[in-house]
């Protein structure tokens, strides 16, 4: 049984979504050293040429339509000196809190970053010109901006060839987008759904995910922030980058998640083995992997994370905002995964069979899949956890001290040698029948007052008139002795 059904009184619902979404854009002729090489050949264009009377026009026109595009929406842009001195989230999200928009141009960073670059060489000994692999610092500008489908999204570009973007956007406002298109309420918070109205639509509008119209958008804002590869006939291609795939479970109350969330969390550290990381992952361990396996425990400001992670891939849980269950999983290089595929060979033949799965954005239906059922797989294992949270709020109120007929009666410690000696004592069965009378019950209770406290919290039951007492009464005897053996044993468990 899965937790949303153990607990399907205590939430909203379940969704699975992507989360943050980085896409890479290369230009296919500049891909590499080797491209740029023929490229530059097939255009008559010398190979040392390529830092100077080839580069520099193409930069200072990436540098004049950023300044342009400032100008056209009044702002300036704003160029970072210390890489790490602030988050470029909190930064633009302040700017929205302060001019409140909700859709265009937010703000623009520009920053010295590190890039990919190439630079002439020449081999003596063969007598070739060509390009070799480089890496560098170019200037790059951040360009932060609301999209009415996509939300609050951010596009990077470099001021140096081969211009490689950066692309990010989060599932999480597509799927808002989607939902408001449907005329379907919800609750946000950030990037998490607290509430969805209708959550098997919202669950089938995730499911469609739709790569030939995001190629369309990708494109639009390639030639709108750097109009550089169209102004000489080229184009992008779009690659998956790194991509997270979240699956949510959403409690009505943090009250019901809390108690829930710690058991889970302090069982999986210890429970959670490579093997079982390997199988949540659909991964196999074989003699000659060299994969690093692991799993962390980080406590964090905003609460506790566990994460296992198996080379590229990994798959963690926390909680979002106290009463949502996140169980999200990352990958940072899709080719990982194996699928069963067409493969195009040089001979011109091609053939179905298993191969890594292409980093294209075409491949995002087929990766949702995988990482969904990955979050499925790891959530079916969470789910045979006992739930000890009902014995541990049972243990609480027996050990916390009472207030009955304006008198204080101190809770029972279980960890105290005379308390659970007394508490064993009363549960033994030969008291069931006739009670504890005379010798034995001076020598076990030593006091009306803890006789009381015994039967203030349940543990036994005092007939006035008799000089005995009975675990409790004859009708529910049973249960009440067994739940006092349950809370030894679980005590005796705990030390």
Request: net charge positive; with cysteine; charged share 25%.
């Given at each position: 049984m899965l937790?949303t059904?153990?607990y399907?009184?205590k939430?909203h619902g379940?969704?699975t979504c992507?989360d943050?979404?980085i896409?890479q854009?290369?230009?296919?002729n500049?891909?590499h050293?080797?491209?740029m090489?023929?490229?530059?050949?097939l255009?008559?264009?010398?190979?040392f040429?390529?830092?100077?009377?080839?580069?520099q026009?193409l930069?200072?026109?990436?540098?004049?339509?950023?300044e342009k595009?400032?100008h056209?929406n009044g702002?300036?842009?704003?160029?970072i000196r210390k890489?790490?001195a602030?988050?470029?989230?909190?930064r633009?999200?302040?700017?929205?809190a302060?001019?409140g928009?909700?859709?265009g141009l937010i703000?623009?960073?520009?920053?010295m970053?590190c890039?990919?670059?190439?630079r002439?060489w020449?081999?003596?000994?063969?007598?070739?010109?060509?390009?070799k692999?480089?890496?560098s610092?170019?200037l790059?500008?951040y360009?932060y901006?609301?999209?009415r489908?996509?939300g609050l999204c951010?596009?990077?570009?470099?001021?140096w060839?081969?211009f490689?973007?950066?692309?990010?956007m989060?599932g999480?406002n597509l799927?808002a987008?989607k939902?408001?298109?449907k005329?379907?309420?919800?609750?946000?918070?950030?990037n998490?759904?607290l509430?969805?109205?209708?959550?098997?639509?919202?669950?089938k509008?995730?499911d469609?995910?739709?790569p030939?119209?995001?190629h369309?958008?990708?494109d639009?804002?390639?030639?709108r922030y750097?109009?550089v590869?169209e102004?000489?006939?080229?184009?992008?291609?779009?690659?998956?980058q790194?991509?997270?795939?979240?699956?949510?479970i959403?409690f009505?109350k943090?009250?019901y998640l809390?108690p829930?969330?710690d058991?889970?969390?302090?069982?999986?550290i210890?429970?959670?083995?490579?093997?079982?990381i390997a199988?949540?992952?659909g991964?196999r361990i074989?003699?000659?992997?060299?994969?690093?396996?692991g799993t962390?425990?980080?406590q964090?400001?905003?609460?506790?994370?566990i994460?296992h992670?198996?080379?590229?891939?990994?798959i963690?849980?926390y909680?979002?905002?106290?009463?949502?269950l996140r169980?999200e999983s990352t990958?940072?290089?899709?080719s990982t995964?194996?699928?069963e595929?067409e493969?195009?060979h040089?001979?011109?033949?091609?053939?179905?069979?298993?191969a890594?799965l292409?980093?294209?954005?075409?491949?995002l239906y087929?990766?949702?899949?995988i990482l969904?059922?990955a979050n499925?797989?790891?959530?079916e294992?969470i789910?045979?956890?006992?739930?000890?949270s009902?014995?541990?709020?049972?243990?609480?109120e027996?050990?916390?001290?009472?207030?009955e007929k304006e008198?204080t009666?101190r809770?029972f410690?279980?960890f105290?040698?005379?308390?659970?000696?007394?508490?064993?004592?009363?549960?033994?069965g030969?008291y069931?029948?006739f009670?504890?009378q005379?010798?034995?019950?001076s020598s076990?209770?030593?006091?009306?007052?803890?006789l009381r406290?015994?039967?203030i919290?349940g543990?036994?039951?005092f007939p006035?008139?008799l000089?005995?007492?009975?675990?409790t009464s004859?009708?529910?005897?049973a249960?009440?002795?067994?739940?006092?053996?349950?809370?030894i044993?679980?005590c005796?468990s705990?030390?």
């Amino acid at each position: 049984m899965l937790l949303t059904d153990k607990y399907a009184d205590k939430i909203h619902g379940i969704i699975t979504c992507y989360d943050r979404m980085i896409i890479q854009g290369y230009i296919p002729n500049w891909s590499h050293a080797e491209a740029m090489t023929a490229y530059m050949k097939l255009n008559g264009i010398r190979i040392f040429d390529y830092p100077t009377s080839f580069s520099q026009p193409l930069t200072e026109q990436v540098r004049q339509n950023a300044e342009k595009i400032a100008h056209e929406n009044g702002m300036e842009i704003e160029f970072i000196r210390k890489l790490h001195a602030f988050r470029k989230d909190d930064r633009i999200q302040n700017i929205i809190a302060e001019t409140g928009k909700t859709e265009g141009l937010i703000h623009i960073f520009s920053a010295m970053e590190c890039c990919n670059t190439y630079r002439p060489w020449h081999d003596k000994t063969t007598g070739k010109t060509f390009l070799k692999f480089d890496q560098s610092k170019c200037l790059h500008y951040y360009f932060y901006f609301i999209d009415r489908e996509l939300g609050l999204c951010y596009l990077r570009i470099p001021t140096w060839p081969p211009f490689r973007l950066q692309f990010y956007m989060n599932g999480h406002n597509l799927l808002a987008y989607k939902l408001d298109k449907k005329q379907l309420s919800y609750r946000m918070q950030d990037n998490a759904f607290l509430e969805i109205s209708d959550i098997e639509t919202a669950q089938k509008l995730s499911d469609r995910i739709n790569p030939q119209g995001l190629h369309k958008v990708l494109d639009v804002f390639a030639r709108r922030y750097s109009p550089v590869p169209e102004s000489l006939g080229l184009g992008y291609t779009w690659t998956v980058q790194q991509i997270e795939c979240a699956t949510d479970i959403m409690f009505r109350k943090p009250e019901y998640l809390a108690p829930i969330y710690d058991e889970i969390i302090h069982t999986a550290i210890y429970t959670v083995k490579p093997d079982n990381i390997a199988t949540f992952l659909g991964q196999r361990i074989t003699y000659n992997c060299t994969k690093e396996i692991g799993t962390n425990y980080n406590q964090r400001i905003l609460g506790t994370r566990i994460k296992h992670h198996m080379g590229d891939v990994s798959i963690k849980m926390y909680d979002k905002f106290g009463c949502v269950l996140r169980i999200e999983s990352t990958c940072n290089d899709i080719s990982t995964f194996r699928v069963e595929r067409e493969v195009q060979h040089r001979d011109g033949t091609s053939d179905i069979r298993k191969a890594p799965l292409k980093k294209s954005i075409y491949s995002l239906y087929q990766l949702f899949t995988i990482l969904k059922s990955a979050n499925y797989r790891y959530l079916e294992f969470i789910s045979s956890f006992d739930d000890h949270s009902s014995g541990r709020k049972k243990l609480d109120e027996v050990s916390h001290s009472r207030w009955e007929k304006e008198r204080t009666y101190r809770g029972f410690n279980f960890f105290d040698s005379r308390d659970l000696s007394v508490l064993e004592a009363i549960s033994k069965g030969e008291y069931m029948t006739f009670g504890i009378q005379g010798n034995p019950a001076s020598s076990i209770l030593g006091s009306f007052r803890l006789l009381r406290n015994f039967e203030i919290n349940g543990f036994c039951h005092f007939p006035r008139m008799l000089m005995a007492f009975f675990n409790t009464s004859s009708a529910s005897w049973a249960s009440r002795n067994s739940r006092l053996r349950r809370a030894i044993s679980f005590c005796s468990s705990e030390a």
